[in-house]
């Protein structure tokens, strides 16, 4: 059965939903067709149902419709979701790694034109933010986002085959961060689907980002993991501020919503803890992986250490993980991984 999740509490009158599961099903199935969409007893009212999008149809568009594979049973994520405990994830804080020389410096001042451009495109200020607002601007975060391990990752890789080296296990890591911030993308994709302008946005962004990343990769791969390190600080407290939105009742549309089934599915999220609220629990503490990964990959040396976050170490003292059980906001230090 064909789910289609509308959050909107208003209800539906007969006639708008018999239109609703016409469009869905399409024209050619009858009233006793087996393939019924579940638009759900709740729908938006027509002006609400506009998420950020500007067209009717693709409100009423599926989201993520299942592939016609009939043989298929399951096809599994590239990358588990490393195990994250409702504790941990409540110790992740706010944090910045203060400037320590001239390539810090100019990766913060990059990160805060970006803020700058980014708060302006999403509409952004802080006493007047609302569902629909941070959608926007988590959409369009998470679609910038995926970027910089893509081709990080890819440059690496091309670079380990031209020159015949081996590249320590920097590529996964940098492949998976990008796979988790495209898993961010969709869920929150799951929750509003984007109309025109918001598409044309994030085409124009990425075709730059992609661009200026790649480059500057060439150039200097540390500045652009200091600079990555700088950009998951602001992606840490734009979801801190919205828990903390949450908490103090200012989206109430949100205390009510539901984790998306594929956020579900992605963390693993248990019975009873699967609210909207859990949900931005679990993307900041993926944030702050990004943010320490980057930070403790900016300060080491490109092309000869290996990842501590692929290693296995001799003694039992804390390192660097995949998951929460150690953390380091600013970043290793060469020093105590290497
Ligand atoms: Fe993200
Ligand atoms: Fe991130």
Redesign the pocket.
């Known amino acids: 059965m064909n789910c289609t999740r509308l959050s909107n509490p208003a209800l539906l009158s007969k006639q708008s939903a018999t239109a609703l599961l016409k469009t869905i099903n399409g024209p050619a199935l009858g009233a006793n067709a087996p393939k019924l969409a579940c638009v759900g007893l709740h729908a938006q009212s027509i002006a609400s149902r506009r998420d950020f999008s500007s067209s009717q149809r693709t409100q009423l568009k599926m989201f993520f419709p299942k592939p016609n594979a009939p043989n298929i049973k399951i096809t599994k994520a590239a990358w588990a979701h490393p195990d994250y405990s409702e504790d941990q994830m409540k110790t992740v804080t706010v944090d910045h790694r203060q400037p320590r020389d001239f390539p810090d410096r100019v990766a913060f001042a990059m990160v805060r034109v970006m803020r700058f451009g980014l708060d302006i495109a999403t509409g952004y200020s802080h006493d007047k933010m609302t569902e629909r607002k941070y959608t926007i601007r988590n959409v369009f975060l ?1 679609s910038v ?1 995926g970027v910089p391990g893509m081709v990080a990752g890819m440059l690496r890789h091309l670079n380990s085959m031209r020159r015949m080296k081996r590249d320590n296990g920097w590529i996964e890591t940098l492949l998976e961060e990008s796979y988790n ?1 495209r898993m ?1 993308l969709l869920i929150f994709l799951q929750m509003a689907k984007p109309g025109w302008f918001m598409r044309l946005m994030v085409l124009g962004a990425q075709g730059v980002f992609f661009n200026a990343m790649f480059f500057s990769y060439l150039i200097s791969p540390r500045t652009c993991h200091r600079f990555v390190g700088y950009l998951e600080e602001e ?1 840490v407290l734009t979801y801190t501020r919205e828990i903390e939105d949450l908490d103090a009742g200012k989206l109430p549309h949100w205390a009510k919503t539901q984790a998306p089934e594929i956020a579900v599915n992605y963390y693993q999220m248990p019975e009873g803890k699967r609210s909207m609220r859990d949900l931005l629990f679990y ?1 900041r503490a ?2 702050s992986k990004h943010r320490e990964v980057n930070h403790t990959l900016g300060n080491l040396k490109q092309d000869e250490d290996p990842n501590p976050y692929a290693s296995e170490y001799k003694d039992d003292k804390p390192h660097p993980r995949k998951d929460l059980k150690w953390q380091k906001p600013q970043g290793w230090d060469r020093e105590d991984c290497i």
């Open positions: 998470e986002a911030e961010h992606a993307i993926d944030e």
